[in-house]
């Protein structure tokens, strides 16, 4: 399950840095938590349903053990928000009209850069960050676009996954018959995890131990949740399909994933 918070104001008269989104900074009744709202325009929501993905990627996350800001939906009135800047004016009213995707504000954050040492990562579990991008079909998350920030204790949370599980029942079936959809080469971590011919590649252990134990029963309600907020994905039964397939062969989708790293 995860909160639906009402907004309250805006803490911030402009939208955070380095979003296609336009995240605002906001606060709202139920917390003093700051909360980071998106706004998906009307036009994307036609072809996917960007919040669907967002929630569902970040309650599977936790199952890997892997950190994302807490999900939240937000309700909002407009009319509270006009006037203090003309472009989230604009923003807004170009912006799907149903609760907005919202997550914890993580406070203070850096960015991740591709000149970070192996050493600066080694508390950071990158083959398990790798595998479930994999598994979750994440294309998004590459070089200088990583979509994932430091909290202050090195840790990484991983951020923006709106572009997740976007395909239908053909693309997932492409697992069984041994291929990944994904883009892998392009991913962040594939240059640092990829190994020289003839090396063992990364085992990915702790991505097949958790994946043969993920709950689905969490996954389920938490879209149930998001149905009953006016939040619908053509393609779920699909999803669940190819995770059900992907947790009860955990070896062999973990092995094709470790495939990756060799080519």
């Keep these: 399950m995860f909160p639906v918070y009402n907004a309250r104001s805006l803490l911030k008269n402009s939208p955070l840095e380095g979003g296609a989104t336009y995240p605002l900074l906001i606060e709202v009744f139920e917390t003093s938590t700051p909360i980071v709202m998106k706004n998906f325009k009307k036009s994307n929501m036609k072809q996917f349903n960007a919040v669907v993905y967002e929630v569902l ?4 996350a936790r199952e890997f053990d892997l950190l994302v800001p807490d ?7 407009k009319k509270k928000f006009e006037g203090q800047s003309r472009i989230i004016d604009a923003k807004l009213k170009d912006s799907d009209g149903r609760l907005k995707f919202g997550c914890n504000y993580i406070s203070p954050n850096y960015p991740y850069s591709d000149v970070l040492t192996n050493r600066y990562l080694s508390n950071c579990d990158i083959e398990t960050i790798y595998a479930f991008d994999c598994l979750i079909l994440n294309g998004d998350r590459r070089s200088g676009k990583p979509n994932m920030i430091f909290t202050k204790n090195r840790s990484i949370a991983l951020i923006d996954h709106e572009k997740t599980f976007y395909g239908n029942e053909l693309r997932f079936n492409t697992i069984k018959e ?3 959809s994904c883009d892998f080469k392009n991913h962040v971590f594939y240059p640092r995890l990829k190994v020289a011919q003839g090396r063992p590649a990364p ?3 702790t991505f097949r131990l958790y994946l043969s134990r993920i709950n689905l029963n969490d996954f389920k309600t938490c879209y149930q949740q998001l149905l009953e907020n006016g939040h619908e994905a053509d393609n779920f039964d699909a999803i669940m399909d190819y995770l059900c397939y992907a947790k009860d062969n955990s070896d062999k989708y973990t092995d094709l994933i470790r495939a990756t790293l060799l080519k």
């Excluded at 990627?57 to 599977?60: A, T, W, Y």
């Design 203 to 205: 085992d990915l252990e």
């Design 57 to 60: 990627s970040s309650i599977l």
């Design 71 to 77: 999900p939240c939906l937000v309700k909002i009135d």
């Design 178 to 180: 041994g291929r990944l």
